[in-house]
C-alpha cells in the first residue's frame, strides 16, 4: 500500500494541480499534512483537496486536526502519538485512525488503545528531520515483528531504497519529500505502486 503525505512548501507550482496528479494516480491514501496552515487556512485547503479526491474515490486523511476531520465529516485522521493518547477517547466516528510512532513503546500503546495503524519513522536520512539521526531498518522490523496492526514506513524512502523498506515486512510506505519535489507526480505514484504490488506478489 502507498500512503502519500502532502508538504505544500515542497511543491514547486500550484498544489493544488499537483495533489489532483497524485490523487489521479490512485494512492491507498493521501495524508493532508500541512502543519504551517494555522486552523482556518487548513479548513479551507482541506475542503479543496477533499472534493478533487471525492472525484477520484480516494480517501484523505485529516492530519491534527479532529475538529476540522469531524466537521467536514471524513472518517480518517492521522495524529502524533501524544494527540493520540491525549485524545483516544474523543475518535468517535472516525473509522481509520493512524498514528506516527517512533518508539516500539509507542507502537505497542497505540496497538492497545485501538489505533488501526502505524507510520513508523524517520527509516533514512531526511531534509525534513535533518538534525535527526534516521532510525533505520533494523528498527523497523522489530516493531513489525511485535505489533499487529498496519505498518507503514516514512522518511527519505524512495524508489532506490524502496525495496529495502519492503523486505522488512511492513505493509507499506509513506511518501513525501519525492513526491512533492516530482515534476511528474502522477507517474511516479504509479511508479511506486508498481513496485509496491510486485514486491507483494513474489
Same mark, same amino acid.
Given at each position: 500500500m502507498l500512503i502519500v503525505v502532502t508538504n505544500k512548501n515542497l511543491v514547486k507550482n500550484d498544489f493544488l494541480i499537483h495533489i489532483e496528479e497524485i490523487i489521479k494516480a490512485k494512492p491507498f491514501k493521501i495524508i493532508l499534512r500541512e502543519k504551517e496552515l494555522n486552523r482556518s487556512q487548513?479548513?479551507?485547503l482541506a475542503k479543496k483537496v477533499i472534493a478533487i479526491s471525492n472525484r477520484y474515490n480516494? /480517501?484523505?486523511a485529516i492530519h491534527n486536526n479532529i475538529g476540522i476531520g469531524k466537521s467536514l465529516n471524513i472518517e480518517s485522521i492521522h495524529l502524533p502519538f501524544k494527540k493520540f493518547i491525549e485524545n483516544k477517547d474523543n475518535l468517535d466516528g472516525f473509522k481509520?485512525?493512524?498514528?506516527?510512532?517512533?518508539?516500539?513503546? /509507542?507502537?505497542k500503546s497505540v496497538e492497545e488503545n485501538n489505533g488501526d495503524y502505524i507510520l513508523v519513522g524517520h527509516i533514512f536520512k531526511t531534509q525534513s528531520k535533518k538534525n535527526l539521526p534516521p532510525r533505520g531498518l533494523k528498527f523497523l522490523k522489530e516493531i513489525k515483528t511485535q505489533v499487529k496492526i498496519p505498518i507503514y514506513a516514512i522518511g527519505g524512502i524512495n524508489l532506490k531504497t524502496i525495496n529495502s523498506v519492503l523486505k522488512t515486512g511492513v505493509d507499506g510506505v509513506a511518501i513525501m519529500s519525492d513526491l512533492m519535489n516530482s515534476n511528474d507526480p502522477y507517474k511516479k505514484v504509479l511508479k511506486y505502486k508498481n513496485v509496491v504490488h510486485d514486491f507483494k506478489i513474489r
Open positions: 487548513y479548513y479551507n480516494v /480517501e484523505i481509520s485512525i493512524g498514528v506516527s510512532i517512533h518508539s516500539l513503546e /509507542e507502537a
